[in-house]
């Protein structure tokens, strides 16, 4: 049963060829169900398919390396964990949201992220800054949309783990795997100078402790990222 309840738009199912999965590796056969999943999970965060497009269990076996059933079981979990879709004739797909649920979808986005951004304070220490102004550093390299979305991911959430419950945690990586999709689909025109100086002013909010600050700088990092999909939207 799809936890996450939202309402979604019809759209055509297309293949998902070798080349939209870029981050997935061969996994070994320790504790292989849970590599897979979380193979698929970080690949759909960092949008490596575009949204309405058909995931099947053979090409995700391939692509991995691994067999069937480990897959099959990742996959039903990311199911019920509200993405991908399960669709009525057994067809999986990569979520697309209708522009009503993406807004709530950002309306509670905002107020987890920027909640756990705050608690996070409190348990932040100078090696935590530390790894931050590294994947700030190598984010302002970047010119690549999926590896720029992929140290965004990993930026992100060196904080919320820090902040937010497992449980908590686990509601926000589900967030992450509706949107992911939907922002590389809109990563065309980004303005990755405007996202590095919101990642600095997070940053100065946790050096500062001043949870006004961070709790404005991750808004504002949130409602960036929902501009560049609604303007890809058109």
Not at 44 to 49: A, D, K, P, V
Not at 70 to 84: D, K, N, Q, S, Y
Not at 119 to 145: K, N
Not at 148 to 173: P, T
Request: with cysteine; net charge positive; charged share 20%.
């Amino acid at each position: 049963m799809n936890v996450v309840s939202l309402r979604r738009v019809s759209t055509p199912v297309t293949p998902l060829s070798p080349s939209a999965l870029p981050t997935l590796k061969p996994v070994s056969n320790l504790t292989l169900r849970e590599q897979v999943t979380q193979s698929v999970r970080i690949a759909l965060i960092n949008g490596n398919q575009q949204p309405g497009q058909a995931i099947t269990v053979k090409a995700i076996s391939g692509m991995l390396g691994a067999s069937v059933m480990p897959v099959r079981e990742a996959m039903t979990r990311l199911i019920a964990e509200g993405a991908p879709e399960l669709r009525t004739n057994r067809t999986v797909i990569v979520p697309q949201l209708s522009p009503q649920d993406f807004a709530e979808l950002t309306d509670l986005r905002r107020h987890i992220e920027c909640q756990t951004a705050v608690q996070a304070l409190a348990r932040t220490g100078p090696h935590h800054i530390a790894g931050l102004r590294a994947i700030a550093s190598d984010m302002r390299r970047q010119r690549v949309p999926e590896v720029y979305l992929n140290a965004n991911f990993q930026f992100h959430f060196l904080i919320y783990r820090l902040g937010a419950s497992s449980f908590v945690l686990g509601i926000i990586g589900q967030t992450w795997m509706h949107v992911g999709p939907l922002i590389r689909f809109g990563l065309g025109g980004i303005d990755f100078l405007n996202s590095r100086r919101v990642h600095a002013r997070i940053i100065d909010g946790l050096v500062q402790r001043d949870a006004g600050h961070l709790r404005q700088a991750v808004h504002d990092d949130l409602t960036t990222a929902a501009r560049i999909v609604r303007l890809a939207r058109g």
